[in-house]
């Protein structure tokens, strides 16, 4: 029998009111010891006041009763709402122990849940990015998946594969039934309609997973050309060092932004040039190496400087670059309206000229590039591996040849697929999995 365990759901502290949640098979008799009275209707909020071994009330609150199959873990669940005060918790925490309850794991609610068969892993998944989204992309993303939008999709490719095999082993097992040769052309076929499939979800430029985990940014340019007072003034403090002297930024600073409901991660790096020393080398060493990371890249020029542009810069300006000519309000040139083929927007960090165009820019591309549609989309690295897997496997398929070796290809990218959702997972795939979550859920 598994423990019967309980955790605060809610978050820690002093609060209004504070949400405690406990499941197995010694909720409902917790229950009834701390209230004194039998088990109140199922699903239906009662006023009750709980108290501990000696009778000494513990606090007066809400209670609910979910007895299994029909909760979130499939257990008996028991639901308490009280006041969210640092003594109440002390004492109901001391009442559960003292009733042969435990302290709850991260994750344990969902992973309990999982092993009960009321979710699979894509849901668990969408439960944590949904308690840790900061964005309101990535919650409308969390709640898409909550849906089961993506574990409907694997399921069908799952679907479609198991068909697809079952075609095959009906070849294999009645070979001497002189089956027609369209049963192994059909299966030709659907694979490789599969495969395409596979390959143009896969083609998605990682919409999902940069959503989820943020869109690194990277400032890019030569030294003074203004890229830690741009930093600070998008980020509306002052989280980088700004100074007249050549070479003050040496390592790489981030500022979290969220940008038209995208989260961003802005990097400042260091300086563009011809190093005066080891230390200010690497900085120039890890800005090229953030660059070549970065999901997008701003090439941050002086404009007072124009129509002299830094080299070293202008080498980096990719497709996935926007090129930003700082101190506008300093230039008495003419400013071009492309460089090295990409637009240009004209800022000034110092007064704060231009900041919402660019801004305006950056949410413009962002969508262009990385904005996720209604269809539902691979929001972690491990989804995307398996995906990976299951493509290669079917790559591999070749009924031309031994009708064994391609019913393992099958098998292989049915396999894969099953990762996603749980259908087929490790212990220590699920420990990575849940060991994310908060304690309560």
Same mark, same amino acid.
């Given at each position: 029998?598994?423990?019967?365990?309980? !955790?605060?759901?809610?978050?820690?502290?002093?609060?209004?009111?504070?949400?405690?949640?406990?499941?197995?098979?010694? @909720?409902?008799?917790?229950?009834?010891? *701390?209230? =004194?009275? $039998?088990?109140?209707?199922?699903?239906?909020?009662?006023?009750?006041?709980?108290?501990?071994?000696?009778?000494?009330?513990?606090?007066?609150?809400?209670?609910?009763?979910?007895?299994?199959?029909?909760?979130?873990?499939?257990?008996?669940?028991?639901?308490?709402?009280?006041?969210?005060?640092?003594?109440?918790? &002390?004492?109901?925490?001391?009442?559960?122990?003292?009733?042969?309850?435990?302290?709850?794991?991260? =994750?344990?609610? #969902?992973?309990?849940? %999982?092993?009960?068969?009321?979710?699979?892993?894509?849901?668990?998944?969408?439960?944590?990015?949904?308690?840790?989204?900061?964005?309101? !992309?990535?919650?409308? &993303?969390?709640?898409?998946?909550?849906?089961?939008?993506?574990?409907?999709?694997?399921?069908?490719?799952?679907?479609?594969?198991?068909?697809?095999?079952?075609?095959?082993?009906?070849? /294999?097992?009645?070979?001497?039934?002189?089956?027609?040769?369209?049963?192994?052309?059909?299966?030709?076929?659907?694979?490789?309609?599969? @495969?395409?499939?596979?390959?143009?979800?896969?083609?998605?430029?990682?919409?999902?997973? /940069?959503?989820?985990?943020?869109?690194?940014?990277?400032?890019?340019?030569?030294?003074?050309?203004?890229? @830690?007072?741009?930093?600070?003034?998008?980020?509306?403090?002052?989280?980088?060092?700004? #100074?007249?002297?050549?070479?003050?930024?040496?390592? +790489?600073?981030?500022?979290?932004?969220?940008?038209?409901?995208?989260? +961003?991660?802005?990097?400042?790096?260091?300086?563009?040039?011809?190093?005066?020393?080891?230390?200010?080398?690497? =900085?120039?060493?890890?800005?090229?190496?953030?660059?070549?990371?970065?999901?997008?890249?701003?090439?941050? %020029?002086?404009?007072?400087?124009?129509?002299?542009?830094?080299?070293?810069?202008?080498?980096? /300006?990719?497709?996935?670059?926007?090129?930003?000519?700082?101190?506008?309000?300093? #230039?008495?040139?003419?400013?071009?309206?492309?460089?090295?083929?990409?637009?240009?927007?004209?800022? #000034?960090?110092?007064?704060?000229?231009?900041?919402?165009?660019?801004?305006?820019?950056?949410?413009?591309?962002? &969508? &262009?590039?990385?904005?996720?549609?209604?269809?539902?989309?691979?929001?972690?690295?491990?989804?995307?591996?398996?995906?990976?897997?299951?493509?290669?496997?079917?790559?591999? %398929?070749? $009924?031309?040849?031994?009708?064994? *070796? !391609?019913?393992?290809?099958?098998?292989?990218?049915?396999? !894969?697929?099953?990762?996603?959702?749980?259908?087929?997972?490790?212990?220590?795939?699920?420990?990575? /999995? %849940?060991?994310?979550?908060?304690?309560?859920?």
């Amino acid at each position: 029998m598994a423990d019967t365990i309980y !955790a605060l759901a809610s978050g820690a502290g002093r609060a209004g009111i504070a949400v405690w949640r406990l499941s197995g098979e010694g @909720s409902g008799s917790a229950l009834s010891s *701390l209230t =004194g009275c $039998p088990l109140p209707p199922a699903r239906r909020a009662v006023r009750a006041v709980l108290r501990d071994h000696d009778g000494e009330p513990i606090d007066d609150g809400l209670v609910l009763w979910f007895p299994a199959p029909a909760s979130f873990t499939g257990e008996d669940v028991v639901e308490l709402h009280l006041h969210g005060g640092r003594a109440v918790a &002390q004492a109901l925490g001391q009442a559960l122990a003292r009733l042969g309850l435990r302290p709850a794991e991260p =994750g344990e609610f #969902s992973r309990r849940a %999982f092993a009960g068969g009321k979710i699979d892993l894509t849901h668990a998944e969408a439960i944590a990015d949904l308690v840790a989204a900061e964005t309101s !992309a990535q919650r409308r &993303q969390a709640l898409r998946q909550m849906d089961g939008s993506l574990a409907a999709l694997i399921e069908e490719w799952r679907r479609r594969l198991v068909s697809i095999l079952a075609r095959l082993e009906a070849a /294999i097992d009645f070979a001497e039934e002189d089956l027609p040769s369209s049963l192994i052309d059909l299966t030709r076929t659907e694979a490789a309609a599969l @495969s395409a499939d596979l390959a143009r979800h896969l083609a998605d430029n990682r919409r999902g997973e /940069i959503l989820r985990d943020g869109l690194h940014i990277t400032l890019l340019g030569a030294p003074n050309a203004g890229k @830690s007072s741009l930093l600070n003034r998008l980020a509306g403090r002052e989280a980088a060092i700004v #100074s007249a002297e050549a070479g003050t930024t040496r390592d +790489v600073i981030e500022i979290h932004l969220d940008l038209a409901g995208w989260p +961003v991660i802005l990097a400042d790096t260091a300086g563009l040039r011809e190093a005066a020393g080891q230390i200010e080398a690497e =900085g120039v060493r890890r800005a090229l190496a953030r660059a070549e990371a970065a999901d997008l890249k701003l090439a941050v %020029f002086d404009a007072a400087l124009v129509p002299n542009l830094d080299e070293a810069t202008c080498e980096v /300006i990719d497709d996935a670059t926007l090129v930003v000519l700082n101190k506008r309000d300093l #230039s008495s040139s003419l400013l071009p309206e492309t460089v090295a083929g990409r637009p240009v927007v004209a800022v #000034s960090a110092k007064t704060g000229d231009g900041l919402d165009d660019l801004l305006s820019w950056i949410g413009e591309e962002v &969508q &262009q590039r990385f904005a996720v549609g209604p269809a539902p989309v691979l929001t972690r690295a491990r989804h995307r591996a398996a995906a990976e897997a299951a493509e290669r496997a079917l790559s591999g %398929f070749d $009924p031309s040849g031994d009708l064994g *070796l !391609a019913a393992e290809s099958l098998r292989a990218a049915a396999t !894969a697929l099953g990762r996603i959702t749980g259908r087929v997972e490790t212990d220590e795939v699920l420990e990575a /999995i %849940f060991r994310e979550f908060c304690i309560g859920k």
